[in-house]
């Protein structure tokens, strides 16, 4: 069982900058990949960015040049920096963990706006 526990949530203006971090209760090494999804309201949950066990990192295109996922094997963390925020940025947004089973965190609230 992987326990996931993101923070970094909040409000921000658009234009500004927010880093997410996800915590892991097992090192993040014993895990293939992370991620972090989003949900908006009355939308469906999408994928915004994973990055592997070796380091080969994914975006959704509406995002690339903008976020950054990282990790911290030492800490067992992932981060999810996102800069030049938009408010269709705003969602709840899940970190996720693949070992042989798919875990969720509970979510944090992002919301973009002025």
């Known amino acids: 069982q992987v326990q996931l526990v993101e923070s970094g949530g909040g409000l921000v203006q658009p234009g500004g900058s927010q880093r997410l971090s996800c915590a892991a209760s097992?090192?993040?090494?014993?895990?293939?990949?992370m991620g972090w999804y989003r949900q908006a309201p009355g939308k469906q949950r999408e994928l915004v960015a994973t990055?592997?066990?070796?380091?080969?990192?994914k975006y959704r295109d509406s995002v690339k040049g903008r976020f950054t996922i990282s990790k911290d094997n030492a800490k067992s963390t992932v981060y999810l920096q996102m800069n030049n925020l938009k408010p269709e940025d705003t969602a709840v947004y899940y970190c996720?963990?693949?070992?042989?089973?798919?875990?969720w965190g509970q979510g944090t609230q992002v919301t973009v706006s002025s």
């Open positions: 996720v963990a693949e070992q042989s089973s798919t875990y």
């Open positions: 097992v090192p993040i090494f014993s895990l293939f990949r």
């Open positions: 990055i592997t066990t070796g380091g080969t990192t």
